[in-house]
């Protein structure tokens, strides 16, 4: 039986201190206005700031839904900047999670530590993407769970172990009515 010979590498002249590869790129892909990877240009540059702000994520095929719910480009995000933790993973538009993470990171977290002293571990989310439509009537307004551009939150748990319901406080609870009726009204800005 032949046997092939062994392949074996040119020796190299010994240098000390480092070794580099560079490869140099005649054109960025990511800044082409066409598409890549089947993603619209924005869709891209969406995914590039979630992955500055430290969002973890996955793309997911697109989803189509009864009448006009659907997402063309969802993501499914299971965490946001600075560690916080979305339990169960949110479905979203891009946009939806980017403008998620901007809240969380400017009015949730620091709202959280000035409260409580505390940061966010989790996110509890009630609902996000969701073929329904507003007041539960088919055939009416469709709601923006049915585009994948909101995003319902059930409780919040703070690192330190509290866990926040997001309901009517009683009138003792000054604290958490406070944190909730911050965090509310500052979202205002960003949905």
């Not at 020796?11 to 070794?19: D, L, S």
């Not at 299971?78 to 979203?92: C, D, E, F, I, Y």
């Not at 507003?134 to 866990?163: C, F, M, P, W, Y």
Request: proline letters at 5%.
């Amino acid at each position: 039986v032949p046997v092939e010979p062994e392949y074996v590498e040119p020796a190299q002249p010994k240098r000390k201190g480092f070794i580099a590869a560079g490869f140099s790129r005649m054109i960025d892909p990511l800044s082409r206005s066409e598409e890549r990877d089947g993603l619209p240009a924005e869709e891209v540059q969406c995914r590039k700031k979630l992955d500055r702000m430290g969002v973890v994520y996955r793309d997911l095929p697109t989803i189509h839904g009864n009448g006009d719910c659907g997402i063309a480009h969802p993501v499914e995000v299971s965490r946001l900047g600075g560690g916080v933790k979305m339990q169960p993973s949110a479905t979203l538009t891009c946009e939806m999670a980017e403008t998620l993470a901007r809240w969380s990171k400017k009015e949730l977290v620091p709202a959280a530590r000035g409260r409580y002293l505390s940061g966010i571990d989790t996110i509890h989310s009630a609902s996000s993407y969701s073929c329904r439509w507003v007041k539960g009537r088919v055939g009416g307004t469709l709601s923006e769970h049915g585009k994948g551009q909101a995003i319902d939150i059930g409780k919040i748990t703070l690192n330190n172990g509290k866990q926040i319901a997001v309901r009517k406080k009683a009138f003792w609870k000054f604290r958490e009515k406070g944190l909730l009726q911050s965090v509310r009204s500052d979202g205002c800005d960003y949905f």
